[in-house]
């Protein structure tokens, strides 16, 4: 029988490793909305690489994981107000894409200004890869955390939000080599030199952007439908009513060209629903068109139906101009992955809700006395660069997003949403609008400047109002921006490279312990 089990106490150089990770998660949390420190995006990943840079790589790579789970649960706790088993598990997913940004630091064993390189592309590739594996998930990018400053996020129009990312984590890791190994003072000089004329070239950019010539005068609806209400029966009259309520504040004004509702603002299928569409054309006809989200419904040969989450543009007839369903879809919230495995029956009495089909392809509007081009993205479809992207080399010189951000916090998430929301209209240079039943309803000019929002003047955007904006939209033949052209060459040779680097890595450590 053995003795009692000693617990080892962790050394100086462990605690010193964790509180280095915990800095960098606090620091990442701080970038990023509630507290939106801009500056913390500059400086968040220091302690974490100067650990990396001072520990074996086993403590380096526990504590990156650290890092990226604590940064990752504070950030998206709004997710606690839908589920948090997903909260636990996104966290934890997330996490892991910081691990090979560390694993780089700690192997490398060149110069500063190839470090900071390294650690870029590095960080840029696994951020594009967690956009993109499983359907993606790229919130929150380093790069967003830049969005209230502009002069730092004008590189998007060149590389996307991924070039804005490679930016940041270069200064980050120039910082880091600085403190973590006093040396290499001339390419640490020539690394700041390129920062600052990145920035310096933004600062320029964001002066000389060219105002266009016509313009359109939107009204965006914010109805404030508490999410426990949307689908109460005994709540449709009233939500019929808010929205008939503001939609006639909207068209008070007569210069009104167009009033925009948010995500699924109907309670029903509007296509099929005698009392939506009534209240659609008894307001349309008043001499606006009216954009809103919708249900839809589709009933195959077979007599199966298909749901969409769409969004229709009434004319002033009151007839269906143009019509739109949401291409990438929320999994657990809109499909269930491999549903169809499951027989109908037994998804019944489990009670999974009905699962929405996604739509094909983007739609292009023509709307205005200018006859305006715009794409509509539904919910969070606007933190997607390659929707908008497609949707403007279609011919889309202004992006509507149509949302609902009621099922989470009132504060936080709605935050977050607009400020990544924010990089599509600078990577296409183009306005975005938003359209919230509650969140952060607002314009959003192609330099990424919040044009106006939607607030009850003591800081809060979750009440219902009316905005009206008048967006300068660009002409129908304007160039498109080098992102727009070539679209995401820099996020994907990150990424490349990083998986590259990764399988090398992983085949020579196992050649080793072969040959050993």
């Known amino acids: 029988m053995g003795g009692p089990m000693k617990i080892q106490r962790s050394t100086s150089t462990e605690w010193t490793a964790a509180a280095c990770?915990?800095?960098?998660?606090?620091?990442?949390?701080a970038a990023f909305p509630p507290l939106e420190w801009t500056w913390a995006a500059w400086a968040a990943l220091v302690p974490l690489l100067v650990m990396a840079r001072q520990t074996p790589a086993r403590t380096?790579?526990?504590?990156?994981?650290?890092?990226?789970?604590?940064?990752?649960?504070?950030?998206?706790?709004?997710?606690?107000n839908v589920t948090v088993l997903g909260w636990l598990a996104?966290?934890?997913?997330?996490?892991?894409?910081?691990?090979?940004?560390?694993?780089?630091?700690?192997?490398?064993?060149?110069?500063?200004?190839?470090?900071?390189?390294?650690?870029?592309?590095?960080?840029?590739?696994?951020?594009?890869?967690?956009?993109?594996?499983?359907?993606?998930f790229p919130w929150n990018p380093l790069g967003v955390a830049l969005t209230p400053w502009l002069p730092a996020v004008q590189l998007a129009e060149i590389g996307g939000v991924w070039l804005v990312t490679g930016l940041a984590a270069f200064a980050n890791a120039l910082l880091a080599w600085a403190v973590a190994e006093r040396r290499g003072g001339r390419a640490l000089a020539a690394g700041a030199l390129l920062v600052a004329a990145a920035l310096g070239w933004g600062a320029w950019r964001v002066a000389s952007l060219p105002v266009p010539e016509r313009a359109i005068r939107v009204a965006l609806v914010q109805p404030a439908i508490p999410q426990d209400e949307k689908w109460v029966p005994a709540k449709?009259?009233?939500?019929?009513?808010?929205?008939?309520?503001?939609?006639?504040?909207?068209?008070?004004?007569?210069?009104?060209?167009?009033?925009?509702?948010?995500?699924?603002?109907?309670?029903?299928?509007?296509?099929?629903?005698?009392?939506?569409?009534?209240?659609v054309w008894s307001l349309c006809t008043n001499g606006t068109p009216i954009l809103t989200g919708s249900l839809d419904t589709a009933v195959l040969d077979s007599g199966e139906p298909q749901y969409f989450n769409s969004a229709f543009l009434f004319d002033v007839e009151g007839r269906i101009a143009g019509e739109y369903d949401k291409r990438h879809l929320v999994i657990g919230g809109e499909f269930i992955p491999l549903a169809g495995l499951v027989p109908a029956a037994w998804?019944?009495?489990?009670?999974?809700?009905?699962?929405?089909?996604?739509?094909?392809?983007?739609?292009?509007?023509?709307?205005?006395?200018?006859?305006?081009?715009?794409?509509?993205l539904v919910c969070f479809e606007d933190i997607l660069p390659d929707l908008a992207r497609a949707d403007v080399r279609a011919g889309a010189r202004m992006l509507?997003?149509?949302?609902?951000?009621?099922?989470?916090?009132?504060?936080?998430?709605?935050?977050?949403?607009?400020?990544?929301?924010?990089l599509r209209a600078v990577e296409n240079r183009v306005p975005l609008v938003r359209a919230c039943n509650t969140g952060v309803t607002c314009a959003i000019a192609p330099s990424g400047r919040i044009a106006a929002f939607l607030s009850d003047g003591a800081g809060r955007t979750d009440g219902s109002g009316v905005l009206w904006a008048d967006v300068p939209v660009p002409a129908d033949a304007a160039s498109l921006t080098f992102y727009a052209r070539y679209g995401d060459i820099y996020g994907i040779a990150c990424a490349a490279a990083t998986v590259s680097w990764l399988a090398t890595a992983a085949w020579k450590r196992r050649k080793r312990a072969k040959e050993f």
Not at 60 to 75: D, I, Q
């Open 21 to 29: 990770a915990a800095a960098s998660g606090l620091l990442l949390f």
């Open 400 to 422: 509507v997003n149509v949302t609902n951000d009621a099922w989470f916090d009132a504060l936080v998430q709605p935050r977050q949403h607009m400020r990544n929301a924010i």
């Open 347 to 376: 998804q019944v009495a489990w009670g999974w809700p009905a699962s929405i089909t996604a739509g094909k392809e983007g739609a292009v509007f023509r709307v205005g006395e200018a006859g305006v081009p715009l794409a509509p």
């Open 236 to 279: 449709i009259l009233g939500i019929y009513e808010r929205l008939a309520e503001l939609t006639r504040q909207a068209q008070a004004d007569p210069a009104t060209e167009l009033v925009i509702w948010p995500e699924t603002a109907l309670p029903d299928d509007v296509r099929n629903s005698e009392n939506s569409y009534a209240l």
């Open 60 to 80: 380096a790579l526990k504590m990156g994981l650290g890092a990226g789970v604590l940064f990752w649960l504070l950030s998206l706790r709004w997710l606690t």
């Open 90 to 136: 996104v966290s934890a997913y997330c996490a892991l894409y910081v691990l090979p940004a560390v694993w780089a630091a700690n192997r490398w064993r060149g110069g500063a200004f190839g470090f900071a390189a390294a650690v870029a592309v590095v960080w840029c590739g696994s951020e594009f890869l967690r956009g993109w594996v499983f359907g993606g």
